[in-house]
């Protein structure tokens, strides 16, 4: 044999082993982190201002549920979106809700989920506020102005939005990374000039201080609101996850039956006056969907832009993230 062809060989076999080692550490990570699933519990993340999940844990009514199928149920709190996706990426969660944004920069990120379920699209949940004598009144006067936002959170993808609408450059303003209370602060000092916040903050900064809504989402974009799962724990649970979309569903449909009733019920965890919640309480659709190609293409949307924008740094395909493909392209 040639140095030449021995050469050749040898660097076949390489490749090959290579490729064996490759998809061997691919199976052992997959198979690993289906062994880590915890089959007894489902971690849920949720945030204060998601009334649905928020009224699931104070009613008790999955745990009942969940416990003929010798599951329990652990709550985890975190302030916004982005936080609760970090939650999920290291694993201290297994299910969580959030807004339209998140998901991209956490897909972005490296997070592995998959989307489980949406809230039909709810852009009135979400806007711009000014104060209520601030020289701002359309969206043009928001050139070169400073607007607080929680970084990755959906109003990150409504500013994006309405510059767009308008005909300015995301460069155009100064953005001012802040989560929603720190946010407020900031807008209450005038140390920003316009603040993007959703529901319940936004309706209590309406009647609290006053604050004007320069423009909210309606026409601008959909806010979908989404359930995402780690990938392992979708493959290993999805009868459990099934009984869990279902409880928020009648948790839902009791919000829709008495918006009265369910504001009373959240006050006192919200730490808002029942009007405040009231008001919010209607911004919101409360219908929930199977996750389905009409909001993941909405999402691609959204991950395509901030690419643009070089927001993230990866080129995404956000079907990819879903277990079952069928009816998903």
Do not use: C
């Not at 006053?210 to 989402?217: H, S, Y």
């Not at 009791?254 to 911004?283: F, H, N, V, W």
């Not at 691609?300 to 879903?322: E, G, M, R, S, W």
């Amino acid at each position: 044999m040639s140095k030449e062809k021995a050469r050749r060989t040898l660097a076949g076999w390489a490749r090959a082993l290579l490729t064996m080692s490759v998809v061997t550490l691919l199976g052992t990570a997959t198979s690993s982190a289906l062994a880590d699933v915890n089959t007894r519990e489902i971690r849920i993340g949720y945030q204060k201002a998601a009334s649905d999940l928020v009224l699931l844990k104070a009613h008790g009514t999955l745990e009942k549920r969940l416990s003929a199928q010798g599951v329990t149920v652990k709550w985890i709190e975190f302030p916004a979106g982005p936080q609760l996706l970090e939650g999920l990426n290291v694993g201290s969660i297994d299910f969580g809700y959030v807004g339209e944004a998140p998901p991209v920069f956490a897909l972005a990120g490296g997070t592995d989920f998959v989307y489980t379920a949406y809230e039909i699209p709810t852009p009135q949940a979400e806007g711009i506020l000014v104060p209520q004598d601030s020289p701002i009144h359309t969206i043009a006067d928001l050139k070169g102005k400073k607007i607080a936002f929680n970084k990755g959170s959906d109003v990150n993808w409504l500013v994006v939005s309405v510059l767009k609408k308008a005909g300015l450059k995301y460069t155009d303003i100064q953005p001012i990374y802040l989560a929603p209370a720190d946010a407020r602060a900031a807008f209450q000092k005038g140390a920003v000039d316009a603040w993007a916040i959703w529901d319940p903050f936004q309706a209590a900064a309406q009647q609290q201080t006053g604050a004007r809504q320069l423009i909210n989402g309606v026409g601008v974009v959909n806010h979908y609101q989404y359930f995402l799962t780690a990938r392992a724990y979708a493959q290993k649970q999805p009868e459990v996850l099934k009984t869990v979309i279902d409880e928020v569903g009648r948790e839902g449909q009791d919000i829709r039956s008495d918006y009265k009733k369910a504001a009373a019920e959240l006050a006192p965890i919200q730490g808002l006056s029942p009007d405040i919640i009231e008001t919010s309480l209607q911004r919101y659709a409360h219908v929930f969907k199977p996750i389905d190609a009409t909001a993941l293409n909405d999402q691609q949307k959204i991950a395509d832009a901030f690419y643009d924008l070089k927001l993230i740094p990866t080129k995404l395909n956000v079907h990819d993230a879903v277990l079952n493909k069928v009816g998903v392209q």
